[in-house]
Structures are given as structure tokens and as C-alpha cells.
């Protein structure tokens, strides 16, 4: 027996911080929304993936009453320290930018602290669904369908789709219209995770001739490091000897510092491209986070471009609830990719000054060094940094 279709304002494709946010925005305004998401909450909650919060995306935690575990387990850092040339040096943001810190709270923690949070407030959100399929988006009356996790079929009958289904979406397929814009990078990052004390109170991007790495944290016990390594490898390729060795190269200093090892219990390489979508609307549809763009991981960006798409988004649908005017909505791309751009080219740019890239000679090679060196040595290059980094208030 088919299910009774549901009826809602906002049906929102995808559980991942874009989606989650924009439901928990849209509850703030009084705007009701269902939420229908093809992964089982545990694996939602235990995905490793981003780690570095904005400061405003912090400051926005709190503002929705989310923020307490954050405050707790979080860490907060003054700055990073940029490594090269075998020296260190610490950028300090929060004298760079007036007081605006580097938050480390994992993505899959936020993430755990909305669902709960989403859950308690009474919101629904149908995990584990397949067949997710959006219609009529160009109608007032828009529909997504979908078999829920007992194979009994769905519908969700709504004014807007927010499609929030990630990279590997299907969302963008509908925007007609679009040109998507894309930049591939010649190399990949090795991610691992380690059982170990932290061997740094701040996080450690450092540029070496044999390649990138960067030193994170995840907790007092487990650490979080990346290497470069080439795009296609393949994490079974770097037996735990071979990563040792390239991190310590990569990260040693003349100083003495040392990297504590520990126990590396996951490893995966992470793929680098920049893309951009032009149209993020069509009809009664709306993309929000990676389904609409990419940044590679060196900005830290991904995850908070993914919230402020939620932030203008809900700020649009909040308009077209109070004066039925479609007029702010209708602003919503142009809105969303000035920020985007600037987070594209701030990412391209970190990546760009980090990485050694094969299809570079010693001349672009010295060209980097010389943009880190004007960079710690120069306060004008490195508050621009900084306040990339910390992120660009919303508009
Ligand atoms: P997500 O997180 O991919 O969520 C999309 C959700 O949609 C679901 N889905 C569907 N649901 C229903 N129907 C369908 N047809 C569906 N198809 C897919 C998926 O299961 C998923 O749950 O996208 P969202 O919300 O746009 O969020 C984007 C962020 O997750 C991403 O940009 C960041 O993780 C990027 N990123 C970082 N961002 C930061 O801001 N700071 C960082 O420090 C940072 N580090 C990183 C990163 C990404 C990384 N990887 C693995 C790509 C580090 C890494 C290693
Ligand atoms: C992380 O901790 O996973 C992390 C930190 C900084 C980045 C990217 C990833 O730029």
C-alpha cells in the first residue's frame, strides 16, 4: 500500500552540514521542512571529512543553541604555522583579525550535535532512503519521491526542493541551463588517522621539495596528518613505514621539533579539484554546498561555503514566507557565488603555494617560497591570509 504523500514547505535533499543547517535555519523562521537522506544515520555521523570551522560558522552554532558541545570538546587555535625551507612560522590570526580564532571540531561532530538537536526539536529526517527522485520543479507545487528504508514508497508534496545531495548528487542534473567550471589538480592528499598525542597545539601546513603535508588534530588521543601524494594512488600503496618517513621529511624542522607516531587505524586518498556551477536555481529548486560547488581541502573552506549557501538560502525562502515575493530567492545564485569565487581562489591559491606540482620548474618552485616568505614576514599579506582563513563575514 502505497504511504500518504507528506506535505511540506521545504523538502531538503541530503543530510550533510548544507542540509542540516538549512533545516535547523529554516525551524528558526518557523518554516516547516523534511529532510530525506540516502546514507543510515550512523554512517552520516561517521564519515570523516572536514575539520576547520569559521569563525562565523561557530558564532552561527551558538546562535541556533548548538554550540554547547562544541565549546566543550572543540579546539581552538590562535593561528597555524607555516612551515617550509626547514623553519617554522606561526601566523597569529586572532591578533591578525581582531580576535577571530581557528575552531577544530570535526564535520561529523557538528553533524551528530544537528541531527540530535533536529530530532529533539520534533524535525523529520527519513535516513537510509534510495530512489530519491525530484519532480515538477518547474510548477509552485514541486514533489520528491522516494523508497524509504522498508522499500515502501514516498512523496513529499512542497513549495522548494533544496538540493543539498553533495558532489555525486543528482540535483545539478536538473539546472538547465548551467556551465559548470572546473579545475583539476596533477596530485591527491593521503589522509590518516593515528592514535597518538598531539605533537603541535596549532595545525601545521608545511611545503617541502618532495611534496605537501599537514599536521591536524581530531582529539587529546587521535590526530589527523595528510601527505601529497599523486592523484591516482591508492592507499594500499603507502604501507605506515614509507607515510613515518614522508612525514617526518616533510615536516622536519631545524628547531628540533618531533613528530610523535602512533597506531595509523584509517587511511584514504582524497582526490583535488575546484568546480564551480554558474546557476545554483531552477524553478523551484535550489542547490546549496557541493552539489553546486568544490574547493580542494587546503582552504578548510568546503564545509563553511556549504553553510553560508544554507544561511542565503534560508534568508530567501524566509522573504518569499513573510511577503510571497520571489524577488530574494531570485538573487540567490548571484548572492552565493561572489563568496564562492573568493573562497575558489583562496583555496586554489593555498593549494597553489603548498603543493609541489610536477608540471612546475624551479622557477615557480621559487616563486612559492618567495610568496611564503612575503607572507610571514609582511603583516599586509598575512591578515589577507588570515582573514580568508578565518573566514569572510556574510554578506
Ligand atoms: P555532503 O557533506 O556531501 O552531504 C551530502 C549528503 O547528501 C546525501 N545524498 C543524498 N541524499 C538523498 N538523495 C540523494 N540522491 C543523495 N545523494 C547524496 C549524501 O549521502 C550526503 O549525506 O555535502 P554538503 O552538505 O554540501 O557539505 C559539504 C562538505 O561535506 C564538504 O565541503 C567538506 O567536507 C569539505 N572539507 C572541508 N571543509 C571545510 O570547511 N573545512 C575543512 O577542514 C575541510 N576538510 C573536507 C576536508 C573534505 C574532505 N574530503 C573527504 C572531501 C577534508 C577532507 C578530507
Ligand atoms: C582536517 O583537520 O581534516 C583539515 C584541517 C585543515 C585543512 C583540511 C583538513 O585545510
Redesign the pocket.
Known amino acids: 500500500m502505497p504511504t500518504e504523500p507528506h506535505r511540506t514547505q521545504v523538502a531538503i ?8 543547517f538549512l533545516a535547523h535555519l529554516l525551524h528558526r523562521h518557523g518554516i516547516e521542512s523534511v529532510i ?4 543510515s544515520r550512523e ?2 555521523e561517521g ?8 569563525q562565523w ?1 561557530v558564532d552561527l552554532m551558538h546562535d541556533l543553541g548548538l554550540g554547547e558541545r562544541m565549546a566543550r570538546e572543540a579546539h581552538f587555535h590562535r593561528g597555524i604555522t607555516l612551515r617550509f625551507a626547514g623553519e617554522s612560522h606561526h601566523l597569529d590570526f586572532e591578533a591578525l583579525t581582531g580576535g577571530k580564532r581557528v575552531t577544530v571540531y570535526p ?1 561529523h561532530e557538528v553533524l551528530k550535535d544537528l541531527i540530535a538537536a533536529r530530532l529533539a526539536d520534533g524535525g523529520t529526517i527519513h535516513f537510509g ?2 530512489d ?1 527522485e525530484m519532480h515538477d520543479l518547474g510548477s509552485d507545487r514541486p514533489r520528491v519521491t ?1 523508497t524509504d528504508g522498508d522499500g515502501e514508497p514516498g512523496e513529499l508534496r512542497c513549495d522548494f526542493v533544496a538540493g ?8 545539478r542534473g536538473h539546472i538547465e541551463g548551467r556551465t559548470e567550471v572546473q579545475h583539476l589538480y596533477p596530485f591527491g ?1 593521503l ?1 590518516i588517522l593515528v592514535e597518538a598525542p598531539p605533537s603541535h597545539h596549532e595545525l601545521i601546513y608545511a611545503r617541502h621539495e618532495r611534496g605537501f603535508a599537514l599536521l ?1 588534530t581530531r582529539s587529546p588521543e587521535i590526530q589527523r596528518l ?1 601527505l601529497q601524494c599523486g592523484p591516482t594512488d591508492r592507499a594500499a600503496d603507502y604501507p605506515d613505514a614509507l607515510i613515518w618517513s614522508e612525514l617526518h621529511r616533510r615536516l622536519e624542522t631545524v628547531d628540533g621539533w618531533t613528530l610523535t607516531e602512533g597506531r595509523i587505524f584509517q587511511k ?1 586518498v ?2 583535488m579539484r575546484s568546480f564551480v556551477c554558474d546557476r545554483m536555481q531552477h524553478g523551484r529548486l535550489f542547490l ?4 553546486a560547488h ?2 580542494p ?1 587546503t ?8 553553510v553560508a ?1 544554507a544561511v542565503y538560502l534560508s534568508r530567501g525562502l524566509e522573504c518569499f514566507y513573510r511577503t510571497r515575493s520571489l524577488e530574494e530567492l531570485g538573487r540567490y545564485t548571484e548572492t552565493c557565488l561572489r563568496r564562492i569565487w573568493r573562497a575558489e581562489r583562496f583555496s586554489w591559491y593555498m593549494t597553489n603555494l603548498l603543493h609541489t606540482n610536477p608540471a612546475e620548474g624551479p622557477f615557480e618552485h621559487r616563486i612559492r617560497l618567495a610568496d611564503l616568505d612575503y607572507v610571514v614576514h609582511s603583516p599586509a599579506a598575512a591578515t589577507a591570509l588570515a582573514e580568508n582563513y578565518v573566514g569572510l563575514p556574510l554578506d
Open positions: 535533499v541530503g543530510a550533510g552540514p548544507a542540509g542540516l530525506v537522506e540516502t546514507r554512517e552520516v564519515t570523516i571529512r572536514a575539520g576547520v570551522l569559521e560558522t564535520q532512503v534510495r530519491v522516494y543539498c545531495d553533495g558532489s555525486q548528487g543528482s540535483a592528499w589522509g591536524s595528510y584514504g582524497i582526490g546549496a554546498g557541493d552539489a568544490i574547493v581541502p582552504g578548510a573552506k568546503g564545509l563553511n561555503l556549504a549557501d
